[in-house]
């Protein structure tokens, strides 16, 4: 099956990725790559171009101390490798709205000459594989034997670094226990956690007042801790409406666990758990995120499918639809009548139905439209991103969300790039320390 790794934002726009995701593609394979091993292949399969359609004739005879060009089909600015493999991101207005260059003549003669060049190579090998001698073409099929026994051990090691991750996990959930009684006020905080959070807070901001509690004061639970958390996690804040706010003020904890290593397929499982509340009858909305049995070709795991909780609501009370009442006349009887209509809505609670990639034989067959394609590819974009981030970033530091804290580091990851910064001489070091 061919792939496609998402990652349609600019580096700005990504930040540390963990994991890679890859949706089915269904558009043709334009170049048949001698190097790139199946079943993933690179998603856009033409070579540079004038290295591949310039060198493709280039003889090579034994001993010959040429440099060979690239087999690989694929630009190098759009390789999977080369392509920062960040965590999926959506594109900003800003990247959409860049103006377009306005190409002369002459470009534009030259841009359509490339592109008639690129459309007749489609399915077609660069031929270079193909005129390395028989000894060389032996030893690169060596190669691939030797890479498989790399792959195996890749594999090998992200799974028993998911188990260390198990591990791990296991041994923070007392931590976690006893951060859900400080937030919902069933126990009291220790004089050690007292003075570790005042360290804390001094070293966050030097110029900040300490707490000055009596020791007579009893501590109260946190209103609304998790729905403030979420909402200031800058992937969330336009999902969560105001109906949606409504509900997850009943939001009282939020838990990983990781699939068992007896399932076929490794994964994770976030568990969001609610109060009695008049919106529905789950006590425990649970999204589950199932990865391929083997590493992708980054190395990584590969996200599989997602499942979601089917959500009880009580009577009007589904968050996920609009209802519009409409006044209907008969055209036989004159008479009229009035018709309730529910429509799809933006709300957080969608996250519980993720988008479904599509079957292969539908891609296959050319079932989907190209736009359509799109519009599922950013859905499921997007659905990955929100699980992977509520799973590394808000449940590890939740309190970190909640004051805000955590908004420093995002902005930071996202306005910034290693690219803005250059490295200072002594001169310049002076400099600023003087100013």
Not at 34 to 56: G, V
Not at 213 to 232: C, G, K
Not at 266 to 294: I, W
Not at 403 to 432: I, N, P
Request: with cysteine.
């Amino acid at each position: 099956m061919i792939t496609k790794i998402i990652g349609k934002g600019n580096k700005r726009q990504m930040g540390h990725m963990r994991h890679f995701f890859f949706t089915p593609l269904t558009r043709p394979l334009l170049l048949d790559c001698d190097l790139c091993p199946p079943p993933r292949r690179p998603p856009y399969c033409f070579s540079s171009f004038f290295t591949h359609t310039m060198s493709s004739n280039v003889p090579i005879s034994q001993g010959s101390d040429i440099t060979a060009p690239t087999p690989q089909n694929t630009p190098l600015t759009h390789a999977p490798i080369a392509a920062g493999l960040s965590r999926p991101t959506v594109p900003d207005i800003t990247e959409d709205a860049e103006p377009q260059e306005d190409l002369g003549g002459v470009q534009q003669a030259m841009l359509n000459l490339v592109q008639g060049r690129l459309a007749g190579l489609v399915g077609k090998s660069s031929g270079y594989i193909e005129s390395l001698p028989d000894g060389v073409k032996k030893s690169v099929e060596a190669l691939k034997g030797v890479q498989v026994k790399q792959n195996d051990l890749q594999n090998q090691y992200k799974r028993e670094c998911l188990e260390l991750e198990k591990k791990y996990l296991d041994l923070t959930k007392p931590l976690y226990e006893r951060r859900h009684a400080l937030i919902t006020g069933t126990a009291e905080p220790t004089a050690e956690e007292l003075e570790a959070g005042a360290a804390q807070s001094q070293k966050d901001d030097p110029d900040a007042n300490p707490l000055e509690v009596s020791s007579t004061t009893a501590a109260a639970p946190i209103p609304h801790f998790w729905l403030t958390a979420l909402r200031n996690y800058v992937g969330l804040t336009e999902l969560i409406t105001d109906r949606d706010a409504g509900a997850l003020k009943y939001l009282t904890d939020l838990r990983i666990e990781y699939l068992p290593s007896s399932e076929p397929k490794p994964g994770f499982k976030l568990l969001f758990v609610f109060d009695e509340n008049e919106y529905f009858e789950n006590k425990v909305l649970e999204k589950t995120y199932v990865y391929r049995e083997e590493v992708g070709y980054s190395g990584d795991f590969v996200y599989d499918r997602a499942i979601g909780t089917d959500i009880k609501w009580k009577e009007d009370k589904d968050l996920t639809k609009e209802f519009e009442i409409k006044k209907q006349r008969n055209k036989n009887t004159n008479r009229t009548r009035l018709v309730r209509k529910a429509h799809p809505t933006e709300s957080f609670f969608n996250f519980f139905s993720p988008p479904v990639p599509p079957a292969e034989d539908a891609l296959e067959n050319g079932d989907i439209g190209e736009d359509d394609l799109d519009e599922l590819e950013e859905k499921l974009e997007i659905d990955y991103q929100i699980g992977e981030d509520i799973k590394e970033k808000i449940i590890p530091r939740a309190v970190d969300y909640f004051t805000g804290k955590a908004l420093e580091y995002d902005m930071l990851s996202e306005d910034e790039d290693e690219d803005d910064y250059e490295d200072l001489d002594d001169d310049d070091e002076d400099r600023f320390e003087d100013d």
